[in-house]
Every structure is written in C-alpha cells, then in structure tokens.
C-alpha cells in the first residue's frame, strides 16, 4: 500500500508571496510618510519645542537685578511666586478674567452661531465670513477702537452724558470692566468658529421630531437644541478662556496697569525689569494652568458625550 | 519610476529641514567681518522709537549721512532702555550692535555688565566739548542729551501751568489723572519726589511716600497711559500727568497748545540719554565717528530744536525760544537727585510695591 | 361613509412664485386605522404633503382636518400626532427610555404612567430590553422601532412615518415592513406612510396615493392601482408594463360587475385582440398595459390559441424567473417565464406570445400620455 505525502508546503506559495509583496509596499509606504513629515516635524522642534524646552530650563535660572541672568538651577523661581500671595491674587485675577470671559463671550456669540449654523440660505457663507471678518484687523487695532469707545470722553459716556442720563462719565476702561468688554468681542469670532464646528450633532430634524412630540419652542430649545450644542458651547467657552488668560494686549492696553494678570505680569518681567527666569518660571505655571483646564473640559466632554 | 520619486521626495525632505535648520539659527552670523573704515561701512543704532525716533532721525542721522554718504545707519528703535539693554544682552557674545542711545540709569548697569566700551577724545574729538559733569567717572558712553521729568496738564482746565505736584491730589481732578507705574522712570522719579516732599529719605525707606501715593492711586484713571501719556491729555481722556518736558514740548506743540508741561516748584528727576559703544562692535570705526558727529554743536543744536532735549555739549548755541524750553542744565531748577546706582537696585523693589500696594483694582 | 379620520382639501404648496408648486390643490381622504402610503418619485411632493400634515411646514393654501377639526395652522406641538423621521432623528443626549418618554414629559404625564407607557411601548417592538441603552449604540432596525415606539406612545391622532425603511439593508426592509405593518393593525393608528419604494406600499397600504408632479394621479387600494392603473405614470411606477397603442374597435360585452366592457382592439403590426376596459371608449385611441407576467410565452407554436410569432431578444434570469424580451415586428414585449419549464429560452429562439383579455387593460386616460390637467 503506497501512502501518498501530503504536498510540501512550498507548493502553493503564492498566496504567502503576496502577503510579503504587501507588506514590502506598506514598508516602502511608511518610510514615504516618515520623508514627507519630516520637514513639518522639525520645524514644529524648531519654532516649538526647542523654544519650550529653552523656556523651562530658563525657569530655573536665577534673575538678578539689571537683566543678569545667573545660570543654575534653581527652584527659588517657582518658589517666590508660589509663597507669595500677590502672584496668587494674579493667578486667580487671570483664572477669574477667563471664565468672565468665557461665559459672556459664549453667551454673546451663541445667538449668532446657532442662526448661522441652522442657515439654510444662499447668504449663509457670507454671514459667516462676514461674523469673523473682525479676525481681518488686529486685536491690537481693535483694542485702539475700543479705547476710543470707552474712554471717559468716548462713545458710551457722551451718548449718555448728552441723554442726560450719567452726570459723572462711567469708568469703562482702564480697568477690569474695559478689558472683559474688549476681550469679549475680540474673541468673538473665535467662539462663534468653534461654535459652529461644535453643532454637528444638531439637526433641524430633531428639533421637529422634538416640535412633533408636543415640545413647545421653549421646550424644543432647552430640551434639544441647547444640550445638543453643548459640546460646541464647551469647545468655545475653552478656546476663549485659554485665549484670554494668554493675551497681553487687551489687557495691557484697555487694563491700564491696573489689571494684573498673568500675562502682563510675564510682561513686565521680561521687558521692564528683564527677569527672564521668572518671567519663564510664571509662563510655565501659566502653561501648567492650561494644561489642568484641558484636562477639566475632557473629562467634561466625555461627560456630555460629545 | 516609483524609486525615482522616493528618491526626490527624500531631497525635498532633506532640503527643507536644512532650510529651517539655517533659518533658525542664522540669527547674528552676519555681524563678523565687514569691519570698514572711519568713513564708509554701517553704522548699527538701537535708539528709542516712535517720535523721538523720526526727530533723531530728521535733525542727526539724515545730515549725517549727507556728511559721509558712505556710511548708512541702521536705526532699529526700542520702546524703553530696558529692551535695548536686553537686546544688547541677548547679542553679547556676538555684538550686532554699533551705538546705543540709552537711559543713564541702564547704560550704567550696560557698563558694569561690560557690554561697552570707553570713549576717548583722540576716536571722539568733540568729546572735549562735553563738560567734566556729564561724562563717565569711567569713560563710558557721555551724556548725549538731558531732559526731565515734568508735570503734563490740560490748557482749558488750566490756564495756569500748576506749580506744584500736590495738584496730582486734588480731589476736583480724580480720575482725571495718569500716572505711569515703575518700571516706568515716570514713576520711579515720582516715588522720590513724593518721598522728598514728605521729607523722607528715599534711599533708606518709601513709606511715607507711599501712604501718600495710595491716597492719589484711587483718582488715577491709567498707570499704563495708552497710545501714551500726552495723547491721553490731548484727547481729554485725562487732564494732568506724568511726562517728559522734550516730548512735553513738542506734543505741545503739535497739539496747538491743547496741552502744556510744566516743572513744579517741588523739584524733578533728570531724565539723562547717554551715547554708548558697544564692545567688540561689529563697525566700531563708522561708529566713532557717528558718536563724534552726535556730539557735535550742530547736532545737539538740531535736535535740541527738534525735540527739546537740552544739548549736553557747552559750544551747542540754542535760540532763546528753543533755550526757554529745553531743561535747565545750569543749576537754577530744583532736582531730586536720583542716583543711578541706587535705581538699579530700587527699581525691582519700587516696582513691586506699586503693584501690590498702590495700584488697586 | 363615516367620518374620515384625515381629510386634506386643496392642499398646496409653493416654494416660490415662479416655481410650478410642490404641491398642488391635493385633495385625499384617510379613513380610520387605514395606512395610506405617499408614493411617487422624489420631488413628486410626497414629503411636502407629510410634512404639512404633520404641520413642520406651513401650506400655501388649502385645509387639512382631523376628526373634524380644521388644524392647517395649528402649530406642530399642538396636533398630537407622531412622526417618524427617515434619520429616525432620536436624541443623541438620551438614553432610549428618555427617548420614547420624550413625548409623555411634554404631556405632562406622571412619572408612574410614563414609566409603564414607555414600557409597554418598548415591549410592542421587542426592545424593552434595551431602555437604558444609549441610542448611538443600536443598529439601525433597532433605531427605527425605537423611533415608532416613540411616536406611538403619545397615542398619536395620525402616525407620519418618512420614509421610515429606506436608511435599512434590503433584508431587514423587508422584515420591519411586516413588523410596522402589524403593529399598525394591532393600534389602529391611522397612519400616513411617505416612500418610493412601489413594493413597500403595495405590501402595507390600505391605500395608495400616487403621486407625481405635485398631483395624485390615481388614489386607491394597492390591486386598483395595480390592476387598473387610471394612466401611464402610474401603470410604468407601478410593477412593470408593456404599453401598446390600440385603436378600439367595437365593444364586444360587459366584462365584469364593475362596469367594464371587452373591446375588440387593434395594434399596429401585431394585429387584432380582445382587451378591457371602461366604457365607452370604443372608437378612440387608448393604451393598452398588459403586465409581463400576464403574458404567455411558449416556445412552441399550437400552445396557445392563435399566438404571435416572434424572437427572442433578450433573457435575464434572475433564479426565480426569467425575464425575455420578445420582437414582434417593431414592438419589443417583456415577458416572464418560469424557470422550472424545462427547456431555457436563448436569444434568438422562435417565441410565441399569447395573453387573456382580461390581462389587456385599455387605460381610460387618452392614448398620448399626458400630464393630468388639474
């Protein structure tokens, strides 16, 4: 009785050739990849890493009077502005000035992104570009205007001081109030752009199912409409919050030097007094600031299943 | 084929990242060599900006480069003397940098950090026109021009130029006021003279200086004045302030008299611009003889005519209306003295007082 | 006749002035626990009639009553009815129970009632299992039953339904067909059902309205639309159709109960056949529809009385029958055969056809098919 071998397995090779074939291109493929993002990626060490890491290891120098910078390392950067309750009142003054910020800039710009983003009309692209036409000019300029506006001879005060209504002008500017009044609007394109790219979710159809349903406008609005966009309004209320703890303009500009915040703190540090490792020192809180507010708003979008 | 591609695609790649590589740290390679002589090359300035920078400009640097049409100026302007010394301490390994026109009170600290260079009368003749009390006990950068700090009002709310700074306290004028905060010298020269009128000694202690300027923070409309201190009177956004009798002058001027400035009787800080050159200066030849052009009676007359700075040269003649305007440099105005060395180590501390007591929100 | 439940009166709607109007002067009557499909092409204004109905749009003109009551411009929260989205449009932000309770809260009903209701709801289309599922996490069948579940719930005076099936795979359409269909007879929901699909409404309606160009063209039950298509649109939408231009002759009988006669008509190259169709339309040109499958083919002569002889074009064979085109002179006529018969046609075999007349129906509209004049 002959017993008959199986095939050797070589006999039918071509199907593992051509997996080899594949993963060969793939290879190829991958390298291509690595080639074509090379040149972004160093740009990004360039003009982004390498001037953080510059950054931090500036931190734990030490500043002495006059611009000298004695290299070491030390924590007495971190430490002075840590024990010291000023640099507290000014973290929480900048924390306190984003969230203001934030709110009134989402409730502002909300009205405006929920009509342009439910649009239906050939206008549509235009209105949008013509909501974040303001991004055209510069915060710098825009703050100059609102200087104008506010001022104690400025739009506001003389409309209602020639109304009759105020005797002694309003202080508008110069302080706190002028700066959020500034901040708001120079950030509203921003928040009405993350707003409208937050609304995926919203539909007109939901909104009718809601109506069909026996939900009043109201009803449709506060049941629907808002929890749909609430993502959207989170993303906003973030991206101007972290804007505007970030800013030095407006607040430099419209603050008057009496609004302390982080940034203009960082400022004067690096201009006026020439403490570059302190100036770092309180950029990285600053950054570290940021990076707990990022992590706050994922656990919450995760919340609201965005 | 497909090799080919791959293999352009790896150049691009490698091209690009040398292209940012070059670019990110080209930055001052292009100072060494160059060098030229005393009448032909580039002369690099870093100055103050925005109008004292096209008056520079207009009365010095333009007749100057009429006069040696070979060498050009490179004017790159500075908001305030700390930026221009943190520029010229950013570039001390490798100075890109010729002169520097700066505050006293930094220059000094430039001198000591060793960022410049002495200045004799042999590379710099005019130097011998400068007088024993504005040059440097070491031979540093001169005193190129003085001016100080005055007292900035509003001509309709006073026909009278107030004459004393107790004016900065009266209630009828609250919120009507700018002040600029240290690390402004505004503000710094205001802190002594508060503490000077108090009768305290500034350099031992401010205290009382500042328990009288917290009374005065609460009328201030603006310690950071913007676009700056005379605009702010000039439009009516405030009535008195903080500023500078050169800048005083010529804003005056332009306004049509709108504005005014004005010394108060209890006496001022000298505001004091020196000439500098800086060490290992890439042009240092061009640049002597810019400095010997800068201390010139005809430069010092121009720009004394420009924009009022008193000239610090004592063969510069100025026309009686430009002389009436100019700081008296001759002893007859009441100055508080505040001295340099004592500043530096006082500006950190003034600074920080103001923000946490007397600037409120 | 009782009361109808619906009754849609001139309807119309324009979009715009110079646009010929999405809907135009539709008049319909729904009768009580019937299903009533909207079928038509798109754009042929099927869902512009539902969404008036359901009052999401507002009518150009004309009424729509319920029970009675004239409600064209009762806003859309106050009409009780229940709508199905075709994207089923459940809440992202809710879970499924919250879904179909949407309808209850805005009611006002207690919590006790809702949680029963919603129950219940959940249980007549087999999900009440997954109530506290979030709604991303079902498959589309299980979205659409929680989506009539949600409409049905509120007791809907009127259930909407847009095209409820066309976002399914073909097996499951077929399967949520039957389902929706005998949940419907189970609640008795007059129901108003918006598709495209001719098999879906001929499967579940009671009755069909059949829309075209913003106009019903034929209102009936699914057999009279088949049977007795009233013109060429509705004949060529619904199921296939040989047409044939017939002049007609003399009637030769009374063929049924319903009024219709047999004519002897004739076809040009095809020659003489009985046919039928209303009365009264001997001596005028008229179509003639006869169903592919109502025509016999026969590979052999002599299997038929008097056969037409001609080729075998085309075969398309689709497993359970086969589909043949047949020349006859310059008229091409599908046919279908059964695949058991044996020998399989090939393309250029003799074939013969025959039909009854009974199956040659003479459609009453004029023979150039034209748009109704309204």
């Known amino acids: 009785m002959t017993v008959l071998e199986a095939p050797a397995a070589p006999e039918r090779p071509s199907a593992q050739d051509e997996g080899q074939l594949e993963r060969a291109t793939e290879r190829r493929n991958r390298r291509t990849y690595l080639a074509l993002l090379l040149p972004g990626l160093l740009g990004l060490l360039v003009s982004f890493v390498f001037p953080l890491a510059y950054m931090v290891r500036m931190s734990f120098n030490q500043g002495a009077p006059d611009g000298v910078i004695v290299e070491t390392f030390t924590?007495?950067?971190?430490?002075?502005?840590?024990?010291?309750?000023?640099?507290?009142?000014?973290?929480?003054?900048?924390?306190?000035?984003?969230?203001?910020?934030?709110?009134?800039?989402?409730?502002?710009?909300?009205?405006?992104?929920?009509?342009?983003?439910?649009?239906?009309?050939?206008?549509?692209?235009?209105?949008?570009?013509?909501?974040?036409?303001?991004?055209?000019?510069?915060?710098?300029?825009?703050?100059?205007?609102?200087?104008?506006?506010?001022g104690t001879n400025g739009l506001i005060n003389s409309s209602l001081g020639g109304l009759g209504l105020i005797d002694t002008p309003l202080k508008l500017t110069n302080n706190m109030t002028g700066v959020t009044i500034g901040l708001v609007e120079i950030f509203m394109p921003y928040a009405i752009l993350a707003m409208i790219s937050g609304f995926g979710r919203l539909s007109p159809q939901l909104e009718e199912a809601a109506g069909s349903l026996g939900a009043s406008k109201f009803k449709v609005f506060t049941r629907v409409t808002l929890p749909l966009c609430l993502p959207g309004l989170l993303t906003a209320f973030l991206l101007v919050f972290v804007l505007s703890i970030s800013t030095f303009i407006t607040p430099r500009l419209l603050g008057g030097g009496s609004v302390q915040v982080l940034a203009t703190e960082i400022y004067d540090q690096t201009t006026g007094l020439l403490n570059w490792p302190f100036a770092a020192a309180l950029s990285v809180i600053l950054l570290v600031l940021f990076g707990l507010i990022i992590a706050v708003y994922q656990r919450l979008t995760k919340k609201i299943g965005g | 084929m497909r090799a080919t591609i791959k293999g352009k695609m790896a150049a691009v790649a490698a091209l690009s990242a040398a292209v940012l590589v070059l670019s990110g740290?080209?930055?001052?390679?292009?100072?060494?060599?160059?060098?030229?002589?005393?009448?032909?090359?580039?002369?690099?300035?870093?100055?103050?900006?925005?109008?004292?920078?096209?008056?520079?400009?207009?009365?010095?640097?333009?007749?100057?480069?009429?006069?040696?049409?070979?060498?050009?100026?490179?004017?790159?302007?500075?908001?305030?003397?700390?930026?221009?010394?943190?520029?010229?301490?950013?570039?001390?390994?490798?100075?890109?940098?010729?002169?520097?026109?700066?505050?006293?009170?930094?220059?000094?600290?430039?001198?000591?950090?060793?960022?410049?260079?002495?200045?004799?009368?042999?590379?710099?003749?005019?130097?011998?026109?400068?007088?024993?009390?504005?040059?440097?006990?070491?031979?540093?950068?001169?005193?190129?021009?003085?001016?100080?700090?005055?007292?900035?009002?509003?001509?309709?709310?006073?026909?009278?130029?107030?004459?004393?700074?107790?004016?900065?306290?009266?209630?009828?004028?609250?919120?009507?006021?700018?002040?600029?905060?240290?690390?402004?010298?505004?503000?710094?020269?205001?802190?002594?003279?508060t503490s000077k009128m108090e009768g305290e000694d500034?350099?031992?202690?401010?205290?009382?200086?500042?328990?009288?300027?917290?009374?005065?923070?609460?009328?201030?409309?603006?310690?950071?004045?913007?676009?700056?201190?005379?605009?702010?009177?000039?439009?009516?956004?405030?009535?008195?302030?903080?500023?500078?009798?050169?800048?005083?002058?010529?804003?005056?001027?332009?306004?049509?008299?709108?504005?005014?400035?004005?010394?108060?009787?209890?006496?001022?800080?000298?505001?004091?611009?020196?000439?500098?050159?800086?060490?290992?200066?890439?042009?240092?030849?061009?640049?002597?003889?810019?400095?010997?052009?800068?201390?010139?009676?005809?430069?010092?007359?121009?720009?004394?005519?420009?924009?009022f700075y008193a000239p610090s040269v004592t063969n510069a003649e100025l026309p009686a209306d430009v002389k009436d305007r100019v700081v008296p440099t001759d002893g007859s105005l009441n100055i508080v003295p505040l001295d340099v060395e004592f500043l530096s180590s006082a500006r950190d501390k003034w600074t920080d007082t103001w923000k946490r007591q007397i600037i409120t929100n | 006749m009782t009361e109808p439940k619906l009754s849609i009166v001139d309807l119309t709607k324009r979009y715009a002035a110079d646009l010929d109007p999405a809907v135009d002067r539709l008049n319909m009557e729904v009768e009580e626990g019937h299903l009533v499909a909207l079928l038509g092409p798109s754009g042929c204004g099927k869902t512009t009639t539902l969404r008036m109905v359901a009052g999401l749009m507002d009518p150009t003109a004309g009424s729509i009553v319920v029970d009675g009551k004239e409600i064209t411009h009762t806003p859309v929260n106050k009409r009780g009815m229940g709508m199905v989205f075709q994207s089923y449009a459940?809440?992202?932000?809710?879970?499924?129970?919250?879904?179909?309770?949407?309808?209850?809260?805005?009611?006002?009903?207690?919590?006790?009632?809702?949680?029963?209701?919603?129950?219940?709801?959940?249980?007549?289309?087999?999900?009440?299992?997954?109530?506290?599922?979030?709604?991303?996490?079902?498959?589309?069948?299980?979205?659409?039953?929680?989506?009539?579940?949600?409409?049905?719930?509120?007791?809907?005076?009127?259930?909407?339904?847009?095209?409820?099936?066309?976002?399914?795979?073909?097996?499951?359409?077929?399967?949520?067909?039957?389902?929706?269909?005998?949940?419907?007879?189970?609640?008795?929901?007059?129901?108003?059902?918006?598709?495209?699909?001719?098999?879906?409404?001929?499967?579940m309606a009671d009755r069909i309205a059949v829309m075209n160009g913003g106009l019903i063209e034929q209102f009936g039950s699914p057999t009279e639309v088949y049977e007795r298509p009233r013109t060429h649109f509705v004949a060529n939408f619904i199921g296939q159709a040989n047409f044939l231009a017939a002049r007609v002759g003399a009637e030769t009988g009374r063929a049924n109960l319903a009024g219709e006669s047999h004519y002897k008509v004739e076809v040009d190259g095809l020659g003489q056949f009985g046919a039928i169709g209303s009365t009264g339309l001997s001596g005028s040109s008229h179509e003639l529809v006869i169903r592919p499958h109502r025509l016999n083919v026969s590979l052999h002569p002599g299997a038929a009385q008097a056969p037409l002889a001609g080729t075998i074009e085309r075969v398309s064979y689709t497993g359970d029958a086969l589909a043949v085109a047949v020349r006859i002179g310059d008229q091409q006529l599908h046919a279908q055969m059964l695949t058991s018969s044996g020998d399989l046609p090939r393309i250029g075999d003799a074939a013969y056809l025959s039909w009854a007349a009974d199956d040659a129906y003479l459609l009453p509209a004029a023979a150039q098919p034209v748009r109704l004049a309204a």
Request: glycine content about 6%; some cysteine.
């Open chain 3, 90 to 203: 459940l809440f992202p932000h809710m879970n499924v129970e919250q879904n179909v309770a949407f309808g209850l809260e805005m009611r006002q009903v207690t919590k006790a009632e809702q949680k029963a209701r919603v129950a219940a709801a959940l249980d007549m289309v087999q999900l009440g299992h997954l109530g506290k599922r979030q709604t991303k996490e079902l498959s589309g069948g299980q979205q659409q039953r929680i989506a009539l579940a949600r409409a049905l719930v509120v007791e809907p005076t009127l259930l909407l339904l847009d095209e409820p099936l066309s976002n399914l795979d073909a097996k499951l359409r077929e399967t949520m067909r039957t389902e929706i269909r005998a949940i419907q007879q189970r609640t008795r929901a007059t129901t108003l059902f918006v598709t495209h699909d001719q098999d879906e409404a001929l499967d």
């Open chain 2, 202 to 307: 500034y350099t031992q202690g401010i205290d009382s200086a500042v328990t009288r300027l917290k009374e005065m923070a609460p009328g201030v409309q603006t310690f950071a004045p913007n676009p700056d201190e005379y605009q702010n009177v000039i439009t009516g956004q405030t009535v008195l302030g903080l500023g500078q009798n050169a800048r005083g002058q010529f804003y005056s001027d332009q306004s049509n008299k709108k504005m005014g400035v004005t010394f108060p009787k209890e006496g001022t800080v000298y505001q004091i611009n020196t000439i500098n050159l800086v060490k290992d200066a890439p042009h240092s030849e061009a640049a002597k003889t810019f400095v010997d052009y800068a201390l010139s009676a005809e430069a010092q007359t121009a720009f004394a005519k420009a924009l």
């Open chain 1, 75 to 150: 924590l007495d950067t971190y430490i002075q502005p840590l024990t010291d309750p000023y640099y507290w009142r000014v973290t929480l003054d900048t924390f306190q000035m984003g969230v203001t910020v934030g709110i009134l800039c989402v409730i502002v710009s909300y009205p405006v992104a929920l009509f342009l983003a439910r649009s239906t009309s050939k206008w549509r692209g235009l209105l949008v570009a013509i909501a974040i036409a303001p991004l055209l000019t510069s915060a710098v300029v825009r703050t100059y205007g609102w200087m104008v506006i506010l």
């Open chain 2, 25 to 193: 740290c080209g930055g001052g390679s292009e100072a060494a060599g160059s060098g030229g002589s005393a009448t032909s090359g580039e002369v690099n300035l870093i100055a103050y900006s925005g109008v004292w920078q096209d008056q520079y400009t207009a009365a010095v640097i333009e007749p100057f480069q009429a006069k040696y049409p070979d060498i050009k100026i490179n004017y790159a302007s500075k908001r305030s003397s700390a930026e221009m010394l943190s520029a010229l301490q950013g570039q001390k390994n490798n100075p890109a940098t010729d002169v520097a026109i700066m505050d006293n009170s930094v220059s000094t600290t430039g001198n000591k950090q060793g960022l410049f260079e002495k200045v004799d009368e042999e590379s710099v003749p005019n130097l011998a026109n400068v007088p024993e009390k504005f040059r440097d006990k070491e031979a540093y950068g001169p005193v190129a021009m003085l001016d100080a700090v005055g007292l900035v009002y509003d001509t309709a709310t006073f026909p009278e130029a107030p004459d004393s700074w107790k004016v900065l306290w009266d209630p009828a004028y609250a919120g009507k006021i700018n002040v600029n905060a240290p690390p402004s010298l505004l503000g710094l020269s205001l802190t002594a003279i």
